[in-house]
């Protein structure tokens, strides 16, 4: 029976990934500032630099006088635009293909992306699954040992604590986790980069680059020991600024459990402490946290590692997603949209069958008969 449920899982997600790229065109296709109108504006202020180099301060003048008239302009076009040849207008519109009415653009790009064709970046001059591919390995780094790690701490950690409520160990505990809570993850990176890696104190880490430059030379055991020296401190942050919710979610849905009626039963059958948590207790309080295991993965892969590539200057997915909304660069927003949309449904899946493996008399595929 499950197979069939997996089945039909596997075939709503292409209908899912239409609905979630249909939405997302039709909102790109209502926002303002276009890649061509990014590419005139680019244009503008290279042709006003020059004017100004050339010309000196009156040349300047002239060529801030001109940009405003033509931003002055109406129509419904672009401002930028305004007192430039309509043929080159045009020809750019050709080239970006938006000389071509949206729903035959999207026609396309939905064709396209059946094979996993994702296009050209209109700005990088590379295909976007090239790109996708080439970031990808940062974005499943951060991603995935992070997520290891805050599921190996918060979920003994949060066990300890719901035996232990109220005594002396949970009170000191909870301290680390109001201070997880309350800073953010790129605070903890800026504090980490100070101290750890040539900030101000100490140089103990790079601070650039997934691996080093001389990865390549060394032998296996020294790259994965160089991998994981560049990875230790952004991934550190991202553990402390994500182990807390789970923390307490581990916590309470081991106390809500403890406290029950069978719990109750199972000790006055003479079970000790540690039959009752992990024969009766752990496999059904585990289920709400592997409920969250999807969107932390999902979370620490693309949005909550923007702004640690960023400051531990880590080419990834993340990135490269942020930085074409941006630029306009559509073929690179929809392609890593595309890409991101994947990941979580298939993770989503996978967290239904893990649900069925902790606890089999979870059927979803009865449930839906």
Not at 16 to 34: E, H, M, S
Not at 245 to 271: C, H, P, W
Request: charged share 15%; aromatic share 12%; hydrophobic share 50%.
């Amino acid at each position: 029976m499950m197979y069939a449920y997996i089945l039909r899982r596997l075939a709503l997600i292409p209908l899912t990934l239409f609905g979630i790229i249909a939405i997302n065109f039709a909102i790109v296709q209502i926002a303002p500032g276009g890649p061509v109108e990014q590419l005139l504006a680019q244009l503008k202020d290279t042709a006003v630099s020059a004017t100004a180099r050339v010309g000196g301060g009156e040349g300047a003048e002239a060529g801030r006088g001109s940009t405003g008239q033509q931003g002055a302009g109406g129509n419904g076009a672009y401002r930028g635009a305004q007192g430039l040849d309509p043929a080159f207008i045009a020809e750019l519109n050709r080239q970006f293909g938006f000389d071509q009415p949206a729903y035959v653009r999207f026609g396309r790009m939905i064709r396209d992306y059946l094979s996993f064709d994702l296009g050209r970046s209109y700005f990088r001059d590379r295909d976007v699954m090239d790109l996708v591919l080439d970031k990808l390995p940062v974005s499943i780094s951060l991603g995935v040992w992070s997520t290891l790690l805050i599921y190996l701490i918060s979920v003994p950690l949060g066990i300890a604590k719901a035996v232990r409520d109220g005594s002396r160990f949970d009170v000191l505990s909870s301290a680390a986790v109001i201070v997880g809570y309350a800073i953010p993850a790129f605070l903890f990176a800026i504090l980490l980069v100070i101290v750890f890696a040539g900030g101000r104190y100490l140089d103990w880490f790079p601070l650039r680059g997934l691996v080093s430059d001389h990865w390549a030379d060394l032998s296996w055991p020294a790259r994965i020991a160089d991998y994981f020296w560049h990875l230790t401190l952004p991934v550190t942050a991202m553990v402390i600024g994500g182990f807390a919710s789970l923390t307490m979610l581990t916590k309470n849905s081991f106390l809500d459990e403890i406290n029950k009626q069978y719990v109750m039963t199972a000790r006055a059958k003479g079970l000790d402490e540690r039959q009752v948590l992990y024969g009766h207790v752990f496999r059904n309080a585990m289920l709400l946290v592997i409920a969250g295991f999807p969107a932390t993965l999902v979370g620490m892969l693309f949005t909550g590692s923007l702004l640690i590539e960023v400051i531990f200057s880590l080419d990834g997915l993340g990135l490269l997603g942020f930085e074409a909304v941006i630029k306009r660069d559509y073929p690179v927003m929809f392609g890593t949209l595309y890409v991101f949309s994947l990941i979580g449904l298939l993770l989503n899946l996978i967290s239904d069958l893990t649900y069925h493996w902790v606890d089999p008399r979870i059927d979803f595929a009865a449930r839906e008969g």
